[in-house]
């Protein structure tokens, strides 16, 4: 159990980050019985479409699609609907894309749900700044000046003011956003990685144990996973470390 009594598992988030739905069935299969989220990106989500996100639906899967939509107000309405139709349990806009967007968003869910036979809303989110950001990146190639910290919370509170569930961010911000938001205000964390494994791409980095003791409510986890040799006993091993707490 995790510090608000949930399952592990359950607010563990396995990025499907394959470019075909072979390799992505087969970790899926690897992992039946662990109640974990699912999480299909863009690389899936282009090659395999919506076909793939109504199986792990009827497998019983939570599926996150992070699709990351970035556009003008109305055609970000138009792909929320669509979106909100596959009976996806999550979604992401950035929010980057301002609040008028972000609203469009909502406004797209709205639709889909009290249209024809669509049940429960999908929560929607915001991403923040990328977890792959630097201070360096974001003030000199990005060009917005400040803290990266302080660039969140300025999205965070920009997605609260637009009716977003909550956010996507590193578990280093997790603190201020509950703090400028609320503790009911979702965080979304990727930028994990067990002690010792290769960060890679990522810059704003913290192990799962330590991220949920941030009091993040999810984990997004890809590569640790997904390029382990065992990706079972990787997400175990995931798993039990949040359950010890190290
Ligand atoms: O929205 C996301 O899921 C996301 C936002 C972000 O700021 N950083 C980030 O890494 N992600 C996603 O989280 C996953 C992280 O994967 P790994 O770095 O392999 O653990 C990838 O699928 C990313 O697309």
């Given amino acids: 159990m995790t510090k608000n009594g949930r399952l592990a598992a359950e607010r563990i988030m396995v990025a499907l980050d394959?470019?075909?739905?072979?390799?992505?069935?087969?970790?899926?299969?690897?992992?039946e019985g662990i109640p974990c989220y699912?999480?299909?990106?863009?690389?899936?989500?282009?090659?395999?479409?919506?076909?793939?996100?109504?199986?792990?639906?009827?497998?019983?899967?939570?599926?996150?699609?992070?699709?990351?939509?970035?556009?003008?107000?109305?055609?970000?309405k138009g792909g929320a609907e669509s979106?909100?139709?596959?009976?996806?349990?999550?979604?992401?806009?950035?929010?980057a894309g301002g609040v008028r967007m972000m609203e469009a968003a909502r406004e797209g869910v709205?639709?889909?749900?009290?249209g024809?036979?669509?049940?429960?809303?999908?929560?929607?989110?915001a991403v923040t700044q990328l977890t792959?950001?630097?201070?360096?990146?974001?003030?000199?190639?990005?060009?917005?000046?400040?803290?990266?910290?302080?660039?969140?919370?300025?999205y965070a509170k920009l997605a609260r003011l637009a009716g977003m569930a909550g956010v996507v961010a590193s578990p280093h911000e997790v603190a201020g956003i509950k703090e400028a938001c609320g503790t009911g205000f979702v965080t979304v964390t990727p930028g994990i990685r067990?002690?010792?494994?290769?960060?890679?791409?990522?810059?704003?980095?913290?192990?799962?144990?330590?991220?949920?003791?941030?009091?993040?409510?999810?984990?997004?986890?890809?590569r640790p996973i997904t390029a382990a040799p065992d990706p079972r006993a990787a997400l175990e091993a995931i798993i039990a470390s949040v359950e010890t707490g190290c």
């Fill in 83 to 95: 979106i909100t139709r596959l009976g996806v349990d999550m979604f992401n806009v950035h929010a």
């Fill in 110 to 114: 709205d639709k889909a749900v009290t």
């Fill in 194 to 222: 067990p002690a010792g494994a290769d960060i890679g791409d990522q810059s704003r980095v913290m192990t799962p144990p330590e991220a949920f003791a941030q009091g993040t409510d999810y984990v997004v986890i890809g």
């Fill in 38 to 76: 699912m999480k299909v990106g863009m690389q899936l989500f282009y090659s395999a479409g919506s076909a793939f996100v109504a199986r792990l639906k009827d497998k019983g899967y939570n599926v996150f699609l992070d699709l990351k939509m970035h556009d003008i107000p109305n055609t970000v």
């Fill in 116 to 125: 024809a036979g669509q049940g429960s809303k999908p929560l929607l989110i």
């Fill in 18 to 31: 394959y470019a075909c739905e072979e390799q992505a069935e087969t970790l899926v299969k690897s992992l």
């Fill in 132 to 154: 792959s950001t630097n201070q360096a990146t974001l003030n000199d190639e990005i060009g917005i000046a400040g803290s990266v910290e302080d660039a969140v919370i300025r």
